[in-house]
């Protein structure tokens, strides 16, 4: 973070003032982002290596050349609808930074719902095993075990281009009680049992229209969709999960905003109890847990 008047990072005697540059391309932006000026501030920030803040400080320093330019490729990537995420390589989610690429789903706030009912259920003072499917960037599992230290994590993935961005976030977060492994939702599993599995799987329809739309046609289509009606891989797991759960263990899942009642039904099928739901930040069914 930049906590100074800088040298060689900006100087008096260019035309595009921070001001200047941030106004014009989040004007340019209104079309393609519903965050438009946010989005603006990452892009600079990530160019001139400072905190937004900076930019409330300084806003009549001049950008240079070189800046300049490279902010307005950005800023074109950003309007032909590339994600900011994949743009910079990092998002913030829970109390981090986390690298992300295009081989990874981008961790979005909802998921965070997931994670904070999942450490209701987690004592803090004692050993417990949880298991995150599907992982991707690693986001859930991180913040688990970040959050629950004495616990055991473990988290597998497919994409092994995914699985190497989750290594590369626990490698930066130092967690030591936290297990990747490759493979296809329970496949790498023996006879391990866990207190929670949770999972925030693919639950688009193949044929959502969605995908064709904004950020989400720049992200893995495969961990995005799930089959006709978006269920299967909600299915899939809700039917084997408990195999790998502990008497009275827990099953936590996201899902759309639109599957609560089938994500319940599956539940209920599958004889998990208590059944309950959560909403997300905009009032929609979000999560739901079941306990075997």
Not at 146 to 157: D, G
Request: proline residues 5%; hydrophobic residues 40%; negative net charge.
């Amino acid at each position: 973070m930049l906590t100074s008047r800088p040298g060689s990072l900006l100087h008096k005697h260019m035309r595009n003032t921070i001001r200047q540059t941030l106004s014009a391309a989040s004007e340019q932006l209104q079309q393609c982002s519903d965050s438009a000026r946010a989005d603006a501030e990452i892009l600079l920030s990530f160019i001139l290596a400072c905190d937004r803040s900076f930019f409330h400080t300084w806003p009549e320093l001049e950008l240079e050349d070189a800046q300049a330019q490279e902010f307005k490729e950005l800023l074109q990537r950003r309007i032909n609808g590339e994600p900011i995420a994949h743009i910079t390589g990092h998002r913030s989610f829970w109390d981090f930074d986390l690298k992300v690429s295009a081989d990874t789903l981008i961790p979005r706030p909802e998921t965070e719902l997931l994670i904070e009912h999942a450490l209701k259920k987690i004592p803090t003072d004692s050993t417990n095993n949880i298991l995150d499917l599907g992982t991707g960037t690693g986001a859930i599992a991180l913040a688990i075990a970040y959050e629950r230290p004495l616990s055991k994590v473990m988290a597998i993935e497919q994409s092994p281009a995914a699985l190497n961005i989750a290594e590369q976030n626990k490698e930066l977060l130092k967690l030591s009680n936290l297990t990747l492994l490759s493979g296809d939702w329970f496949t790498p599993l023996n006879e391990q049992m866990f207190n929670i599995i949770i999972s925030n799987p693919p639950y688009i329809s193949d044929n959502d229209p969605h995908l064709l739309q904004g950020d989400v046609r720049f992200e893995p289509r495969t961990a995005l969709a799930a089959g006709a009606d978006g269920l299967d891989d909600l299915r899939f797991i809700t039917s084997h999960a408990q195999k790998h759960l502990i008497t009275e263990g827990w099953l936590m899942l996201e899902h759309g905003y639109n599957q609560a009642d089938q994500v319940h039904d599956l539940l209920a099928q599958n004889n998990y109890k208590n059944i309950q739901q959560f909403n997300d930040l905009g009032n929609q069914p979000r999560v739901s847990i079941g306990q075997k």
